[in-house]
């Protein structure tokens, strides 16, 4: 297995960031085989979706709407209702893998791997890239 990992500047405002080209660069040299993209954060997920057509948009205000930033929360350490980001990950999952065919990420042509970051207290994220040859 050969692993890396990169540093992502999410600044501070929730954010959908697309991964999918530091994946394409880490599985290039590459043959067949599985990539995993991980983000050990109790805060963020990772998660394949469409972006640039407004799916990433509606991704951050479907979770708004699911788990909004109000004072309900029992965790309570950070900016007002901090709390719903450590439960973010419950519904977006901190890793996902994806198939390597021939050195390319077998994604379907409007797919993108993201990281989703609601938590606007950590402007800096670790993902590691983890391929697994075939």
Do not use: K
Request: glycine share 8%; hydrophobic share 40%.
């Amino acid at each position: 297995m050969r692993t890396d990992t990169i540093e992502i500047r999410t600044g501070d405002r929730a954010v959908v960031h697309d991964l999918t080209r530091d994946c394409e660069r880490f599985v290039a040299s590459e043959r067949d085989g599985l990539l995993n993209v991980y983000v050990p954060h109790a805060t963020a997920g990772v998660t394949i979706i469409e972006t640039g057509a407004g799916s990433d948009d509606d991704l951050l205000t479907a979770l708004d709407d699911l788990l909004p930033r109000d004072d309900r929360w029992r965790h309570q350490h950070g900016t007002p209702g901090h709390g719903r980001d450590h439960v973010v990950p419950a519904f977006m999952a901190p890793s996902v893998t994806v198939p390597v065919l021939g050195g390319s990420l077998a994604l379907g042509t409007w797919q993108s791997v993201v990281l989703v970051d609601t938590n606007v207290d950590n402007p800096v994220r670790e993902v590691r890239l983890s391929f697994l040859a075939g």
